[in-house]
């Protein structure tokens, strides 16, 4: 049994990727900025912790991270502000990776998007630009660091039910549920072969641990 936090712990992928991980038996802790979210959280075996990441300094992410065996950051500002875009998915995404190598907590699972890059093509009057260099600088922070890190990128996501299966590395766009996200979420954390790899993916035909694994 592994101590997993996730920050970010009211989004929709979030919300399933703690299901499937308590039905796993892991202990999970999920971070949540609105305390009315705790029930949500809850419901899934999870257990709420409301703490508002946009504000907090490495130190005090230090002692929220302590003590747990992974992070996933499955937070986000949610578009719209580029400076809180900046905020978050850059500026409290960078200070969680940091934080996490000071409290001694190695694996680190990003939740990113497919296409995320430095080179991300995205035009400045876009606005998808704040978000598309937001990530970009979080991911290569990420992979930077000395972590045990993870970035996956899954393409366009839907509200459709699981389907367990999943394309790696797909040369063009698509779609994959946020049920399928949270799978591979929490196959990720059981795969040590996914470790400082990035992954992207869509919905397809692959078993999900099998589509993520390096063969042996």
């Known amino acids: 049994m592994a101590r997993i936090i996730i920050i970010g712990g009211h989004g929709k992928v979030a919300l399933i990727a703690e299901r499937l991980l308590t039905a796993a038996g892991h202990a ?10 705790s029930a949500d959280v ?6 709420p912790l409301v703490a508002d990441v946009e504000s907090m300094d490495t130190d005090a992410l230090a002692r929220l991270l302590a ?9 986000g500002a949610g578009g719209g502000n580029p400076a809180r875009t900046y905020a978050v998915d850059r500026d409290a995404a960078i200070r969680s990776m940091d934080a996490a190598e000071r409290a001694g907590v190695s694996r680190y ?12 093509g995205v035009p400045p009057e876009d606005p998808f630009f704040a978000y598309a260099e937001a990530k970009a600088a979080a991911d290569e922070h990420l992979r930077g660091s000395d972590l045990a890190w993870t970035v996956l ?3 366009s996501l839907t509200l459709g039910a699981a389907t367990g299966s999943i394309d790696v590395d797909p040369t063009a766009g698509g779609s994959v549920t946020r049920a399928d996200v949270a799978a591979v979420v929490a196959a990720t954390l059981e795969d040590d ?8 993916f869509i919905g397809g035909r692959t078993p999900i641990a099998a589509a993520i694994g390096v063969p042996r």
């Open 42 to 47: 809850a419901a899934t075996g999870a257990r």
């Open 28 to 37: 999970v802790d999920a971070v949540i900025r609105n305390p009315d979210q």
């Open 109 to 120: 699972v990003m939740v990113s998007y497919l296409g995320a890059s430095v080179d991300h």
């Open 193 to 200: 072969s996914t470790i400082r790899r990035t992954i992207g």
């Open 67 to 75: 003590g747990h065996d992974a992070v996933v950051w499955s937070a």
């Open 153 to 155: 990128g899954p393409g």
